[in-house]
């Protein structure tokens, strides 16, 4: 699922999981899905420039838009008489999409031990990531993109690349692997993840990474070191460092695929201020290339049910190897939340945008470029 | 679906059939729970002899020496059981990850104690959920997890090879009604006897098309993906002698072929044997089928597997081997052929919760000129797999 409640609910959900449950005298049962998940409509306007490959402006758009992004989740586990907790998630996307089940693996933990997840999920840099906080509306793999606010120019890879994204995929997106996680010593967690092919969704068991050297990135491998603490009276500190690489199939490039991030954010009262980094490298299949940057910044403050914030996040990305320019990606969120109650959030804010494609990438009838000023609000639930 | 893996034969899906007629409901209507299994695996292609050589003789192939894979469903299920003591059921299931047949089964049952039990919908054929296989540790080999899992199983095949839809992937009784919309009627069992039959109109992966044509010019219509007027036939036998249970199946089934794939119709037969004293296990089962199956495949070819497996407390090992053989491109005078041969253990780590280990032998021959350059001609490896496995 891509991300969608930021950085202190992914390192909440992580410290959940971790927690220990030694007092629990439970004799073992078995598991019991339960349906959980997030259900987001919005509304968005916006009236984008947009030009194709030629400079022209063929296009016309919706000024007020209906958008989603919802997902049912089947999960469950259970306490074995070993002390080992076993479980397993099952991310459905409620609507019908390409990669109709992005998320599915199974974990076991223990409070000693920490955590073994196996299946297709995202690699242990990208799920200990910190990054800027938001009001609401979020911008860092996030809201904006990943529900279409606005048009992308042709080429653009989302949160495979860094146009959007500090937390590392680099077209590890979900594919089957095997992650640790370790129990949090010192405010101190560490993360591993090998991950023997890198494919989207995951779902292709087919062992033959490559024919004559074309193929697929492959012995990927992730790390990640996250950091949390009391730093003084109400003042809470989180720190992130991440790093992934992968070995690029020769016939499809030199340069093997690699990328570092790192985060931060203080928390001091109500009060969230935050920023991370992301830099990569290396050639990907299909003429691509990851090389690239990304910066966030952003503040934030909470009042009882009330949340606002202002964040701003930067991305650049080679793109195809074919086209000396780059892809780059501006965006800014002024955003704030309602929690209505238990689980349901009222988000609203501003957006504005500046996207700019390759010079050679779009063709006629394709986006080389877009740029605007919008509005976008959504009922957030979850379930 | 693919086959549960775990099972030592379809027999366990058969019992499954029965089982909810007991339940009582709370509810005045039938509701659904959210069932399933995940299986996710470490397989190691590269601990000995790995040989995978293209229709060249050549090896442009680099594969995963250690990969993960995976086989899981979500399955939604329910019954009721009604004054007048029929019960309904329904079943869907999910694929749990991204695929092709997002959906595979989804039918309704409608049982009662004395009469059986009706199958309305995209399910299995009755010779099928009744075959007796051979036994295994925990890695299945028949339809299982060495050449089925979504896509590709442990082994790489080589070009040409329809495992489960022909003879190159076990015993059972497939042969591309796989989940296709039919009718099945399961008897009670009567003495030890359970008899089973299924009729479906058209041959389909899956069963999703509602479409009713099924020849234009006697060429494959859009209502089939090729034979049509499938029937199949089932008899199932169990009981116990003493401290020896016995199970035994035969099974047979029908297909007529398309005229573009050729003059003769699909005939399959399968019989199965699984004796059991204390832990121990041991059985086996062969099926042989003819017929065209394509204008450049023929289902003819035989498939057999034996197999013993010994089970104490939380612990289970066992070994396995399965052959299996199809005449493929009938204007080619070769044939492909399949061994395998596994060991391997299964530990039960609580309910639902398996740890399975083990190693395999393998060696896929396909026919000669059927796989061109860059294309898997011969697949020879001993490798591994270890995996937990969770039943909900």
Known sequence: MRRSHGTAATLATLAATLAALPGDTRAAEPIQLHIEGGHQQWLVATQPELKNGQGQHPFDTAVVDQKHNSEVWFTGETLLTSGLTVGLTVQLEANTVADQIDESFLFLKSGPSGMLQLGDTDNAAYKMAVTAPTGGVTINDGDLVGIEAFPLPAGFDGTNTTIDSTPLTLTDDDSGKFSFYSPRYAGLQVGLSYIPQFEAGGDNNNSIARVNGSGRITNGIAAALNYTSLVAEEATLDVSFGWLRGETPPAEGTSDVWGLSAGVLLTWGALEIGTSVAYANGDAPAGRSLDGYAYDVGIAYTTGPYRVGLTYIKGVSAGSRADSARQYLDQVSLSGTYALGPGVDLVAGLFAFDADGEKEVAGAGEVASSSGIGFASGLKIRF | ?392
């Open chain 2, 1 to 392: 679906m693919k086959k549960l893996l775990y099972g030592t034969t379809a027999l366990a899906t058969a019992g499954l059939l029965f089982g909810a007629a007991g339940e009582a409901k709370a509810a005045d209507r039938l509701e659904l729970g959210v069932h399933g299994y995940m299986q996710q695996w470490m397989v190691l292609n590269d601990i000995g002899l790995t040989n995978v050589e293209d229709g060249a003789g050549k090896h442009p192939f680099d594969w995963a020496a250690v990969d993960q894979k995976h086989n899981s469903e979500v399955c939604f299920t329910g019954s009721y059981k009604y004054d007048n003591q029929v019960t309904i059921g329904v079943d869907v299931q999910l694929e749990a990850n991204t695929s092709g047949d997002q959906i595979d089964e989804s039918y309704l049952w409608i049982s009662t104690e004395g009469f059986g039990k009706v199958i309305i919908g995209d399910e299995n054929n009755a010779a099928y959920l009744m075959q007796v296989t051979a036994p295994t540790g925990g890695l299945s080999h028949n339809q299982g997890v060495l050449t089925s899992l979504p896509n590709q199983g442990f082994v790489i095949a080589p070009q040409g090879f329809a495992f489960d839809d022909t003879t190159m992937g076990g015993t059972l009784l497939r042969f591309d009604d796989n989940d296709s919309g039919k009718f099945t009627y399961i008897s009670p069992r009567f003495a030890g006897f359970q008899i089973g039959a299924s009729y479906w109109p058209n041959f389909e992966a899956g069963g999703d098309n509602n479409n009713s044509v099924q020849r234009v010019a006697g060429a494959t219509g859009p209502g089939t993906t090729g034979n049509i007027n499938g029937a199949a036939l089932g008899i199932n036998y169990k009981e116990k002698f003493g401290d020896v249970g016995v199970e035994a199946s035969l099974g047979g089934m029908y297909g007529d072929t398309p005229p573009v794939a050729g003059s003769n119709d699909l005939y399959a037969g399968s019989a199965g044997l699984l004796l059991t004293f204390g832990g121990f296990e041991v059985g086996g089962s062969y099926t042989q089928a003819q017929g065209d199956r394509s204008a450049t495949q023929q289902y003819d070819g035989y498939s057999y597997d034996v197999g013993v497996a010994y089970t104490t407390g939380p612990y289970k090992v066992g070994l396995a081997y399965q052959r299996g053989k199809n005449e493929g491109n009938p204007d080619n005078s070769s044939e492909q052929h399949a061994d395998y041969l596994i060991l391997s253990g299964t530990y039960t780590m609580g309910p639902g919760v398996r740890i399975i280990a083990g190693l395999y032998a393998a060696d896929l021959d396909g026919e000669d000129g059927a796989a061109a350059a860059n294309q898997v001609k011969e697949f020879s490896a001993i490798g591994g797999g270890a995996g937990i496995t969770l039943s909900f």
